[in-house]
């Protein structure tokens, strides 16, 4: 098996493209111009290319150069092509009608079609947690800060909550504390939730205690990992801090630790506690 | 039956008031220092007085002179007393203890400590419901706007979502527009979650064509209605079509309009429909 890494924006490319170095998987690289940003700190020995919008000829012409099996396709994609100024080459013109279908379609099924376009030309797309499941978070606590006893009801809470938001296709998190369940995470991502939590407790819209309540990550009832998968980072865990929660939950094996070194370190610095629980697919934990 | 209208902030005590007034109820009001701001433009006719926090005595009897027998409170409290500087007058320091435990309560626990404090002494808690249902939401469509055919979908989504917020007692609404749940309400309350979807909608987050999608806003399961009543005034409607949504859907009679003449031209004006809807206790629509 060879993959072909195809790197949107973020950190997440960097983190998975170490990973494959490190576990000496066969890979090379395409990075989306305008999107990946992020240097990869990759040895000269890994291939690596750059396309633009409309260079889908050029794209499939390195995987087959480089004799990639799998696709494995990271980090986010914010920007879209203006079709009017569109320039596409050779064997962008042959696949324009299908590309066109692929973009604009909602985000969920860009992310189907996009696979479907690949696998129609005999590639396998693969997702980071088969490709590198080592950074997903493991069962039990990840760090030394452990949820203090009473922390259980919130957990269970926001379990509750983040399947409801997962069972809706919302989202994938959800907050609790003191017994309350705080947000549920929708299209404007955990990010924009955490903000959300940490200007309901300054307004006293709804009052903890410093160092209460939890964030729970999991994933959605039948979402496609290969392409969308759960991550926290330290950013994750600073704000966790300045909301005035505990910890975070999430599910084992399915949710990603971005930066993970990093990560703890925070995590440690600012007493927040990371956890990873084998959910029951219902609701409750297990 | 006398009723002692206890007035906090916002438009909703002027709202009632002028309701009561309307259908000859008897009642005498009792303004919040610092919470009741707006001139309820009663006649002279109607006894009014204003009381601080600390002046218990003095508000128990006011009720006591005017006779009322039942006691019904609108409006928003926004400030708590700081009980080291807290003057007390004579009838205020007997019930202090209690008063205390009222107020340190947290929100809910608020609410039925003070129904106590009046039920021990006689007097009937009503709500707004009881006492102007006339002020609710009638079932069936209120604005000449009606939804188009292919909202139906979106209304149930919506429904459903509202009605997890509730069981999960995180908050009364929820967004969906183009199939999808937007937003869930929490302690932050409608404005903010509408702002939170039409910053959605502006940063491309979740897309929808203007004018699709619904907000529906509905009573918990065992919310007591006597203190804490759902509404819509004209705010929301802009709201709704600022958020690039189509309409409202209310539970019928049990969500009040507020504003009433001015929320319908407001409606009209941006093509905004508002609808009650009798829902199944369950989740979904009868």
């Known amino acids: 098996m060879r993959i072909a890494l195809i790197c949107g924006g973020g950190i997440l490319p960097k983190n998975v493209a170490q990973a494959l170095l490190k576990k000496q998987s066969e890979f090379a690289v395409i990075r989306l111009a ?27 012409r390195f995987l087959e150069d480089q004799k990639c099996s799998h696709v494995l396709a990271v980090g986010g994609v914010t920007r879209r092509p203006d ?3 569109l320039k596409l080459d050779f064997g962008g013109i042959k696949v324009l009608p299908e ?13 189907s079609n996009v696979a479907a376009v690949f696998e ?33 009801a919130d957990i269970e809470l926001a379990t509750r909550a ?3 938001a997962g069972s809706l296709d919302m989202g994938q998190g959800a907050v609790a504390a003191d017994n309350r369940v705080i947000a549920m995470e929708g299209p404007e ?28 990550k999991r994933t959605k009832p039948g979402q496609d990992l290969r392409f969308d998968v759960p991550v926290i980072g330290p950013d994750t865990v600073r704000q966790i801090k300045d909301a005035g929660l505990a910890g975070i939950v999430v ?6 630790l971005l930066e993970r070194d990093e990560l703890l370190r925070v995590a440690e610095q600012e007493s927040v506690f990371i956890q990873g629980i084998v959910f029951h697919p219902s609701a409750g934990q297990s």
């Open 34 to 60: 305008g999107e990946a940003d992020t240097d990869l700190e990759l040895p000269q020995s890994i291939p690596l290319t750059t396309v633009g919008w409309g260079q889908i000829g050029r794209f499939f």
């Open 251 to 256: 599910e084992a094996g399915r949710v990603l």
């Open 189 to 216: 991502g955990t990010r924009e939730m955490l903000r959300r939590v940490a200007t309901i407790r300054q307004q006293k819209r709804a009052r903890w205690k410093s160092g209460q309540g939890v964030l729970v």
């Open 162 to 164: 983040a399947h409801a």
């Open 99 to 111: 590309a066109i279908a692929t973009v604009i379609g909602g985000d969920d099924k860009v992310l």
């Open 120 to 152: 129609k030309r005999g590639y396998q797309v693969i997702g980071v947690l088969e490709a590198a499941p080592e950074m997903s978070c493991p069962q039990g606590l990840v760090t030394r800060n452990a949820p203090a006893d009473n922390a259980a």
């Open 83 to 85: 079709f009017s100024s």
